[in-house]
Nanobody, 120 residues
């Protein structure tokens, strides 16, 4: 079993910054793609950013140039640096990790979600 703990959300004003963290623990041999998703009220969950085990990144058009995803494989942690935040970034943010065990079985896990609220 794998447990994910997210942190770093909060209430900020437009133009400010936040850093989200998601740390995984448990039966982990390696982690493949890590990602951050968000879901605003009334909207579907959407991909914000992802990073592969090789370090290749992908961003939603709405956050390109403002958000940066990174990973610390030694600490089984993924980060999301968010700058120049806008009210439309307000949502619950979820991390998503594909975890491999020692016999290369994989399973995708979700974090519990952290609220990001940006006031205008």
């Amino acid at each position: 079993q794998v447990h994910l703990v997210e942190s770093g959300g909060g209430l900020v004003q437009a133009g400010e910054s936040l850093r989200l963290s998601c740390a995984a623990s448990g039966n982990i041999f390696s982690i493949g793609t890590m990602g951050w998703y968000r879901q605003a009220p009334g909207n579907q969950r959407e991909l914000v950013a992802s990073i592969t085990s090789g370090g290749n990144t992908n961003y939603a058009d709405s956050v390109k140039g403002r958000f940066t995803i990174s990973r610390d494989d030694a600490g089984n942690t993924v980060y999301l640096e968010m700058h120049s935040l806008k009210p439309e970034d307000t949502a619950v943010y979820y991390c998503n990790l594909r975890v491999y065990d020692r016999i290369y079985n994989s399973q995708t896990y979700w974090g519990q979600g952290t609220q990001v609220t940006v006031s205008s």
